[in-house]
């Protein structure tokens, strides 16, 4: 008792916490201080003992005014008034060591005192008062672990629809199959002929390239003739102005000077064909270019929607390894619980070795009692065992039931979505196909005006 000690409340408290948490209708309000204080009544008190064991062990009052005698008793009238004194007794001094209380005698049934009753009473109060705090943290750890084993059951059914999904996605249906196939190849040869055009659109560069320098070489030539004409011009004024020869050499200079401006003509009209000939090859040139940034455009256009099919890949994988850390958190809590299951299991063993030793000690004077009593014990302890379990039974049936319950609404709930998702997925896909022959169909126009261009 010096080492494991409990508070001793006051009258008031005591009586405030029975009235609430033990006794219910017309006994709790008939329960007042004076049933405790100045001089207790047996009555009422072997009454609240009944009612804190009914409570605790589910013994009803009526099983302890029951004999465990056999029927061909004489004068059985004697043990009604005995039965039930001594059977909450019996059932005391079991319970009473669980609240460290070792002296509980008969004279507290048959008459009680004030400060003996006050601190049984607070022995018990305190007892409850911690049976109530581990009942709510049982009913914590076992609600968190069946919303964690619901999540589990959510999450696993999530993934079997995602990784359906998944292979709808990937594995093309055979409907589509030679659909697919046609697409694939017809990508191909877009790449190839836009290949092959970037190839000539190069080629036609070079050209551009080269005839715009021999333009400007010829654009030069014609500049030195020009000035050439002009510089022949000025000396044949001066030659003219100087001259005094003979009109033959006249004659053959000036047919010599016209032959000369014949050439100059010739070279200056080829020149202007050639330029008309490289402004025709410049504006096909443009044309083409013109033609290559639209099938440029179709083909990004063809990147992006590649890319959002990447991206919806990449949300799976996000989901999957979501999926992962949610099982990891779920097995570390199923590891928190075992550990708390195996330290509850830890105490409750050390008390039932502080129990068994000093009951060790009580054996020796109750062993008559228990021997007179033991096929009394035995019929109720059966009693209560068929009580608990049907108990039980209804518990679990009513809790399963309302899982049921609950299941179905997740159930059909998680049915909606996946219907809503597999339907928007078709239209999506649906969407997809239409742009694709679209823009197959497109690309096709365009490559039969190259054709006719070219």
């Known amino acids: 008792m010096t080492e494991n000690t409990f508070p001793v409340y006051k009258v008031d408290v005591i009586v405030q916490f029975y009235r609430t948490e033990v006794l219910t209708g017309q006994e709790a309000k008939h329960f007042t201080k004076n049933d405790i204080t100045p001089n207790p009544k047996s009555e009422s008190i072997q009454r609240l003992y009944m009612r804190i064991l009914q409570l605790l062990f589910r013994f009803k009052p009526e099983c302890h005014y029951t004999v465990p005698l056999s029927e061909n008793i004489q004068y059985p009238m ?58 709510e943290l049982t009913a914590a750890h076992q609600q968190s672990f069946r919303s964690d084993m619901d999540r589990l059951q959510a999450y696993t059914r999530e993934i079997k ?22 697409l694939a190849s017809a990508l191909a040869e877009l790449t190839t002929n836009t290949q092959q055009e970037y190839q000539d659109v190069s080629a ?81 040139a443009g044309q083409v270019e013109a033609e290559i940034q639209v099938l440029l455009k179709q083909l990004q256009d063809l990147q992006n929607s590649m890319c959002q099919t990447n991206q919806q890949k990449e949300k799976v994988q996000d989901l999957a390894a979501m999926n992962e850390a949610l099982q990891k958190e779920l097995r570390s809590s199923s590891t928190e619980e075992g550990q708390l299951k195996r330290a509850l299991a830890m105490k409750f063993d050390k008390e039932s070795k502080h129990q068994i030793r000093r009951q060790k000690k009580k054996e020796v004077k109750d062993q008559q009692v228990k021997n007179i009593y033991g096929q009394y014990d035995k019929i109720h302890e059966k009693r209560e065992e068929v009580v608990k379990i049907i108990e039980e039974t209804n518990r679990e049936t009513k809790q399963f039931k309302e899982k049921m319950q609950k299941l179905r609404e997740k159930c059909n709930q998680r049915s909606q979505k996946a219907q809503e998702i597999y339907e928007h997925l078709l239209n999506t896909l649906e969407q997809y196909n239409k742009r694709i022959e679209s823009i197959v169909l497109e690309t096709n126009a365009d490559i039969s005006k190259m054709k006719l261009h070219f």
């Open 204 to 284: 036609m560069n070079e050209k551009v390239a080269q005839c715009k320098t021999e333009i400007a070489e010829l654009s030069q030539k014609l500049s030195q003739r020009r000035v050439e004409v002009a510089t022949l011009k000025d000396e044949i004024v001066k030659l003219k102005s100087q001259i005094v020869e003979s009109p033959e050499e006249l004659r053959n200079e000036m047919e010599r000077m016209k032959e000369n401006v014949k050439n100059i003509k010739m070279s200056k009209d080829l020149a202007d064909e050639r330029l008309v000939e490289l402004q025709m090859l410049v504006q096909c």
């Open 161 to 182: 629809e995602a990784e359906k999904k998944i292979e709808k996605l990937t594995i093309i249906p055979p409907e589509q199959q030679a659909e697919a196939k046609e």
């Open 78 to 135: 004697l043990y009604e008034w005995v039965t039930p004194i001594m059977s909450v007794y019996m059932r005391m001094c079991q319970f009473l060591p669980l609240c460290h209380v070792y002296d509980f005698s008969l004279n507290d049934l048959l008459n009680p005192k004030a400060k003996r009753t006050i601190t049984t009473l607070s022995a018990i109060q305190n007892f409850l008062h911690f049976r109530k705090q581990r009942l």
